[in-house]
């Protein structure tokens, strides 16, 4: 009698969505696709902080693996193919969609951002029936997981802000072609302008109102940055003997020979630079370049007072030192 099969194929990527979905629900509500429309989503997301869910939501292709190849962890990735038209229908989805490959053994899950990795090469690969993404072995998840991955909650609101370009020249596409083809009445072609009119309007507040919000938050960012290089500056004991001009105008520990004051002084010049024309995002480049300079700069003090001060004394107490240095949470 002739039954039908559970192939080795689907039996993996069963208990690969499981595992996917059971090291998720820390940080995420996830609702599984009806599987007998298999257009490559096999999940959605919804993140959750403190079991409150978040308006941030992603998809989820969800692939087993049984082993990760030896060669596959000497690059540090491993490759998976996709066909280039479930990457279109990933672009026509209104959340980003990351792709999962699950070690079932391990049950450690890797991700990627598929999309983001072939921005630049989607017209290209129109010509192709399919694709090869590399998944980095250092994006990865699993039962011990705790917070939102660094780079998801970015991934979606970039995804989120693109859409709307997408949505509306969707729209102005369909609307040209319904009263050129069809003579759409002038009632419901005015209802949409003024929607759209209402959107935009919208969306232009929220912009300014997101630019106030980003300067004030460099403003505490640099504040916070020159407290901490305030209080290596006041370690005289080592910072006198290495640093002769002081932590904040010493120029030896960045690329760029630039002090922490040179750097603060730009920064706040492209601050008030932005605010009289916040439509030249070349500021705002600017001024993130220089947030990471000082950043980096406050490290490498840091760091090499901790190694000099633990050289000079080994068995003195550096704790507060180290904090401060690898202690710090990192903005980049």
């Known amino acids: 009698m002739k039954l039908p099969m559970y192939s080795k194929e689907k039996k993996q990527g069963n208990i690969a969505a499981d595992i996917l979905k059971k090291n998720l629900q820390k940080i995420a509500i996830v609702n599984g696709h009806d599987e007998s429309i298999d257009l490559g989503i096999d999940m959605r997301a919804q993140i959750i902080k403190d079991g409150e869910p978040l308006p941030l939501f992603f998809n989820i292709q969800c692939k087993g693996k049984e082993i990760i190849e030896e060669d596959e962890i000497k690059k540090d990735y491993f490759s998976i193919c996709i066909k280039t038209a479930t990457i279109n229908f990933w672009r026509q ?18 991700w990627v951002n598929p999309l983001k990795i072939l921005e630049s090469r989607i017209d290209e690969i129109q010509n192709q029936d399919s694709v090869s993404v590399k998944v980095p072995l250092c994006n990865i998840i699993d039962n011990k997981i705790n917070a939102v991955p660094m780079g998801w909650i970015e991934d979606i609101l970039i995804y989120m802000a693109t859409q709307q370009e997408q949505k509306v020249e969707l729209l102005e596409n369909t609307v040209l072609g319904v009263t050129e083809n069809y003579s759409l009445d002038i009632t419901t072609t005015v209802s949409v302008l003024k929607e759209l009119k209402k959107n935009a309007d919208n969306i232009n507040n929220s912009y300014f109102r997101i630019c106030e919000t980003l300067i004030k938050s ?22 006198r ?43 705002l480049d600017k001024l993130v370049e220089c947030d990471m300079d000082m950043e980096d700069i406050l490290l490498n003090v840091g760091g090499f007072l901790y190694e000099m001060a633990c050289e000079d004394n080994p068995f003195g107490n550096h704790e507060k030192l180290y904090e401060m240095t690898f202690g710090r949470r990192r903005k980049y």
């Open 93 to 110: 989805q209104n959340e980003v969609t990351f792709l999962f490959v699950v070690d079932n053994d391990t049950e450690k899950c890797f």
């Open 218 to 239: 460099i403003k505490n960012q640099i504040e916070e940055t020159l407290d901490s290089a305030h209080e290596l500056d006041q370690m005289d004991e080592i910072v």
């Open 241 to 283: 003997r290495w640093c002769p001009d002081g932590v904040f105008l010493s120029t030896s520990f960045s690329k760029k020979k630039k002090s922490i004051r040179e750097l603060e002084r730009e920064m706040y010049s492209l601050i008030e630079t932005f605010h009289n024309n916040k439509d030249d995002f070349t500021n």
